[in-house]
């Protein structure tokens, strides 16, 4: 497959360096701890990986919490949610080590760090079950101590950064907390303010708000100020390394949208030793989006516990953002966002699923929103395991290629839920329901394939927790499972 730089390519690039080479899909560390790829393919929990309806009684005091925190539809639904917590969630949870002040979460799979995505998923539903409210504090804590000792050590433009992920120092080489200053020298999909309203409005901790949103009001003063480079409002990706697949890492790791993504200095600064090829020259929908998805979290935490002067600031910029993304991004004939090139903000033309997710954030127009659903419906988005992560018509399609085409649940999810917030209820209960059968069918997996929903990568990776947020919101009858 041609592409206009050697950067980019489906597997792990030749001439990465090692921190790239660890982190490229967050797969081959695996296999630089020992670790068999093999195990991630382990048969789905009827044949062993989970519990049955003969099983004794709850062993630990999370297992007894979900028993009783849901009421499924069906005995499957309840044996899913448990297994959703005790292999994503449960297994995720690590005790307090240098420099991790508290408790911390890592994905799974072997990787060992607390990454910004996942995090955001698996608090969501930790928040559900009772006497959790301190550990949860913690592991946000973790992110904003980062932040803080980022900030005294970086000049001022990099200041208020929380890195893609944050690891302890018992890492492997090259991967762990004494890299913290050089690597990861790139953030991650800015979800963490999402994540934090999530777990508010789980169990109403006004004491995690108000520690948190400092803390993601520089964050996200950063990514205005680091990532929407011409002031209009949209964010492109970018790393103080000045590594393109670095810069990559900020989004969804292989996307299409980057293909020709190359790195410049900041057209809003002096060039200098201060102002590298840091930064990405196409703004793409997926991470404005989820920066105006927290920013609307902002201020719903803000209003909840008083700080409207916080509300008043972060509203003009979900207005611009709004405003930007139907103007510039907007395309009627795909009928979803697109990314652009910076600085004429000329469309790119592939539609991948980072066009579809501003649903989920309320992007769109009534009438766009109309428009996105129609092309969900049809043969570019509709494959037999939805969502595919890049249009089924595009020459870039394939359908297990990694988000070149393959089934993430949290793109999915995200994609579904939109919908539904938009009143296309009966498109989305088909979407979930064809979601969850496949995975109540073949376990809980990091990504899937788009045409068989064969599993592909990390078995039970923390943030496909997801896809029992999907059940929760009822979107399917079939697998309707609520909080108690």
Same mark, same amino acid.
């Given at each position: ?223 205005? +100020?680091?990532? @929407? #480079? ?5 964010? =492109? !990706? $970018? ?101 652009? +090139?910076?600085? @004429? #903000? ?5 539609? =991948? !699923? $980072? ?105 039970? #990776? ?23």
């Amino acid at each position: 497959m041609k592409r206009d730089t050697p950067d980019v390519q489906p597997d792990v690039p030749s001439s990465a360096s090692a921190e790239t080479n660890m982190l490229y899909g967050r797969r081959s560390i695996l296999v630089s701890l020992g670790i068999a790829t093999a195990a991630l393919y382990l048969p789905s929990w009827a044949a062993g990986s989970s519990k049955n309806e003969s099983d004794p009684a709850p062993q630990t005091e999370m297992e007894r919490a979900v028993r009783s925190a849901f009421v499924p539809r069906n005995p499957e639904m309840l044996r899913f949610a448990e297994n959703v917590y005790r292999f994503c969630i449960e297994d995720r949870i690590v005790s307090a080590e240098p420099p991790f002040r508290h408790a911390w979460l890592t994905p799974g799979g072997g990787y060992r760090g607390q990454w910004i995505w996942d995090t955001t998923f698996i608090t969501d539903l930790l928040a559900i079950l009772p006497g959790q409210v301190e550990l949860i504090r913690g592991i946000y804590d973790n992110f904003w101590d980062f932040q803080d000792r980022w900030s005294h050590a970086k000049p001022e433009y990099a200041r208020g950064m929380i890195a893609n992920f944050i690891a302890p120092d018992s890492g492997p080489p090259g991967f762990n907390g004494k890299r913290w200053l050089t690597f990861p020298a790139y953030s991650q999909a800015p979800l963490l303010g999402w994540g934090v309203e999530r777990v508010y409005r789980r169990n109403r901790d006004q004491e995690l708000v108000r520690t948190a949103l400092p803390h993601l009001e520089a964050f996200h003063d950063w990514y205005w +100020r680091e990532r @929407d #480079l011409d002031n209009v409002g949209l964010v =492109t !990706v $970018g790393s103080y390394d000045g590594k393109i697949q670095d810069a990559r890492f900020e989004t969804y790791d292989n996307e299409v949208d980057l293909d020709t993504l190359q790195l410049t200095p900041h057209p809003g600064r002096a060039k200098g030793p201060e102002n590298g090829p840091w930064y990405g020259n196409i703004y793409i929908p997926a991470n404005t989006s989820y920066l105006l998805l927290s920013e609307m979290s902002l201020i719903k935490m803000a209003k909840a516990i008083g700080d409207h002067a916080l509300a008043a600031r972060r509203r003009p910029f979900v207005r611009k953002g709004i405003n930007a993304m139907r103007r510039y991004m907007w395309d009627e004939s795909q009928g979803c966002f697109l990314a652009v +090139r910076r600085p @004429d #903000l000329r469309k790119l033309s592939t539609a =991948t !699923v $980072g066009g579809m997710v501003p649903l989920y954030a309320r992007i769109p127009t009534k009438a766009q929103a109309t428009r996105m659903a129609e092309m969900l419906a049809g043969p570019h988005w509709n494959t037999p395991l939805p969502v595919p992560t890049v249009d089924a018509r595009s020459d870039q399609y394939r359908s297990g290629g990694f988000w070149r085409g393959d089934v993430w649940p949290a793109t999915s999810y995200q994609v579904i839920a939109g919908l539904a917030k938009y009143g296309h209820r009966d498109l989305a209960a088909n979407f979930s329901g064809r979601l969850l059968d496949d995975a109540l069918k073949v376990g809980i997996s990091e990504h899937y394939n788009s045409q068989t929903g064969a599993p592909l990568g990390v078995r039970n #990776l923390g943030m496909s927790s997801v896809l029992l947020t999907l059940a929760l919101e009822g979107l399917n009858p079939r697998h309707a499972i609520r909080v108690a």
